[in-house]
C-alpha cells in the first residue's frame, strides 16, 4: 500500500531564512512524487513533481525538491522564503497506471513565516 | 477560465438531509475526482472517475454517491447527511495519459448539524 508521511505539522521560519519540508513515501514501485501548497481557503496547486530523469526538481516560486530513493523521501526546499509563502503544504504520492487511481497525500504542514 | 468550479462554497445542512455536491469543468480531462479534507488527516479520496459513464470507490465511499453522465460533470451526493461529513470537499480533474497532475477546485466547506 502507498503512504506518505510529513512528520513536521507546523513550520514557522523568518522571512528570508531557508526552508526544508520533510517528506517520507512508502510505494511498491518508482513512484511519482507531487508537492502542492494550498492558501487559506483555497484549492491545492501543484507546486512540482517528479516521475524519472534527474533526482532535483525544480518548481514553481523558488522551490525545489529532491528524490532520494534510498531514503524514500522527496523533501521541498526555497533557500529564502517570503511572507507569501504561508500555506499549507503536501506532498503526495501516486502513480495513474495499472489500475490505480489514488494520489495519496500527506497530512500537510503549515508553514508559518515571521517578519 | 478554465478550470474546477465548485458550488455551493459553503453549506451548513441539518443531518439526515440529502445534498448535492456540485462540481464542473471545462478543461476536457477525462478522469476527476472528488477528495474530502479534514485536520490532521489530509487529503482522502472518496471516489473517482476515468471517464464519462464509469465510476469508482476512493478510500472512503460510504455515505457518498457519485455520477458521471457526461466529460464535464461529477456530483457528489450524500443521500443523508451526518455530522461525520462535516468536511471541505475537493473536486479535481486529470488529463489521462498525462504526467499526473490533478487541478482543484476551490472547494466546498459542508457542516452537517
Known amino acids: 500500500a502507498q503512504s506518505v508521511t510529513q512528520p513536521d505539522i507546523h513550520i514557522t521560519v523568518s522571512e528570508g531564512a531557508s526552508l526544508e519540508l520533510r517528506c517520507n513515501y512508502s510505494y511498491g514501485a518508482t513512484p511519482y512524487l507531487f508537492w502542492y501548497v494550498q492558501s487559506p481557503g483555497q484549492g491545492l496547486q501543484l507546486l512540482l513533481k517528479?516521475?524519472?530523469?534527474?533526482?532535483l526538481v525544480q518548481g514553481i516560486k523558488g522551490f525545489e525538491a529532491e528524490f532520494k530513493r534510498s531514503q524514500s523521501s522527496f523533501n521541498l526546499r526555497k533557500p529564502s522564503v517570503h511572507w507569501s509563502d504561508a500555506a499549507e503544504y503536501f506532498c503526495a504520492v501516486g502513480r495513474f497506471a495499472d489500475g490505480n487511481e489514488k494520489l495519496t497525500f500527506g497530512t500537510g504542514t503549515r508553514l508559518t513565516i515571521i517578519p | 477560465i478554465a478550470g474546477i468550479t465548485q458550488a455551493p462554497t459553503s453549506q451548513i445542512l441539518a443531518a439526515g438531509r440529502r445534498m448535492t455536491l456540485r462540481c464542473t469543468q471545462d478543461m476536457r480531462h477525462n478522469a476527476m475526482y472528488w477528495y474530502r479534507q479534514d485536520l490532521g488527516l489530509g487529503l482522502r479520496l472518496i471516489h473517482y472517475s476515468n471517464t464519462a459513464g464509469t465510476t469508482g470507490k476512493g478510500e472512503v465511499p460510504d455515505g457518498y454517491s457519485v455520477s458521471r453522465a457526461n466529460t464535464d460533470d461529477f456530483p457528489l451526493t450524500l443521500a443523508s447527511a451526518v455530522p461525520s461529513q462535516t468536511s471541505v470537499y475537493f473536486c479535481?480533474?486529470?488529463?489521462?495519459?498525462?504526467?499526473?497532475?490533478?487541478?482543484f477546485g476551490e472547494g466546498s466547506r459542508l457542516t452537517v448539524l
Open positions: 479535481a480533474s486529470r488529463r489521462r495519459g498525462g504526467t499526473g497532475e490533478l487541478f
Open positions: 517528479y516521475f524519472s530523469g534527474d533526482t
